[in-house]
């Protein structure tokens, strides 16, 4: 799958294309029915299918303090694109020359004069431009005058209430697993590159893998069952704290899987932690003792949620 940027040309065999335009992070099920529309609209007229999202997200660039939310990153969001049958995935880098941009200088000069999209398809309560300037509405006005078609798709309901990236950061924020993956048709996950720790880990038997979350969401913290993807592709199970160690000193914020039955170097690579059950929340013990006691009994817990997968 192809990687684009705004800020340069677009190869000539992806022009004409239908794009799926939104923020898309953590693609779920109301993002997947606005790219599946594009998808299949672009396949019935035998073009490419293009999926735009922002990074970095508008929030960050107007809230630069905001902590941190992400439910994804650029690459996790093109393999799930791919996945679902784009051909490409266009990255708009929200700066703020983009965000003063009115909203028919984006139809004009970026939908039709860079990409000359012959349709777009957007969630009904999409905006863009300057001070939101625009909508689906305004986009087929002006997209109408230069043979842009716009579509839009409704919210995607579930359990009663709208799926949105909202609700699955609250769900996650709450140590809701279940609820997050289900809105999202898988559990969220979060990967990074091992970093080296302080390996207190492996002298109590629990050797763990140090990830930096970097911008993604922070889940409640505590201990969660989890599996890692392995850079060779295996999957691999086991538990996790996600937060700041209270019984170490001085505190320091990280995600340390402990994968069982495992032995390997991983420092350097890349691996992928998905979220699955939360077990209990952080706790300060009062001795090395009692944290390995409660250890046991957390991995024990883990494997037997985990065991039929």
């Not at 303090?65 to 929200?94: I, S």
């Not at 390996?199 to 970097?214: E, F, Q, S, V, W």
């Not at 009692?290 to 037997?304: F, K, N, S």
Request: with cysteine; charged share 25%; glycine share 12%.
């Amino acid at each position: 799958m192809i990687r684009l940027d705004n800020r340069q040309p677009v190869p000539d065999s992806l022009r004409g294309a239908v794009l799926a335009l939104g923020n898309f992070d953590g693609f779920h099920q109301g993002h997947q029915a606005v790219v599946g529309e594009a998808i299949a609209w672009a396949r019935s007229q035998g073009r490419p299918a293009i999926v735009a999202t922002f990074d970095p997200h508008p929030v960050r660039h107007f809230k630069p303090d905001a902590e941190p939310f992400r439910l994804t990153t650029l690459d996790q969001r093109q393999e799930l694109f791919g996945a679902a049958g784009a051909d490409a995935m266009l990255v708009l880098h929200f700066d703020t020359a983009l965000a003063a941009m009115p909203a028919a200088a984006w139809v004009e000069e970026m939908l039709v004069g860079q990409l000359r999209a012959a349709g777009v398809v957007t969630g009904e309560d999409f905006t863009f431009g300057r001070a939101r300037g625009g909508n689906p509405q305004v986009l087929r006005e002006i997209g109408a005058r230069h043979g842009l078609e716009g579509r839009t798709v409704g919210p995607v309901s579930d359990a009663g209430a709208t799926v949105s990236s909202s609700r699955i950061r609250e769900a996650l924020k709450g140590g809701d697993c279940q609820a997050a993956a289900r809105l999202l048709t898988r559990p969220f996950a979060i990967r990074g590159r091992v970093q080296h720790g302080d390996k207190l880990g492996r002298t109590i038997g629990y050797p763990t893998a140090n990830l930096d979350m970097g911008t993604y969401l922070r889940p409640l913290y505590g201990i969660y069952a989890v599996t890692g993807r392995m850079p060779d592709g295996r999957v691999l199970k086991g538990a996790a704290n996600i937060g700041i160690r209270p019984t170490f000193d001085p505190p320091k914020e990280l995600l340390e899987p402990h994968f069982f039955d495992f032995a390997g170097d991983l420092y350097g690579q890349e691996i992928e932690v998905a979220f699955h059950h939360f077990l209990r929340p952080e706790a300060k013990f009062d001795s090395l003792d009692a944290l390995i006691a409660q250890m046991d009994r957390d991995c024990e817990r883990a494997r037997d949620l985990l065991a039929g997968m």
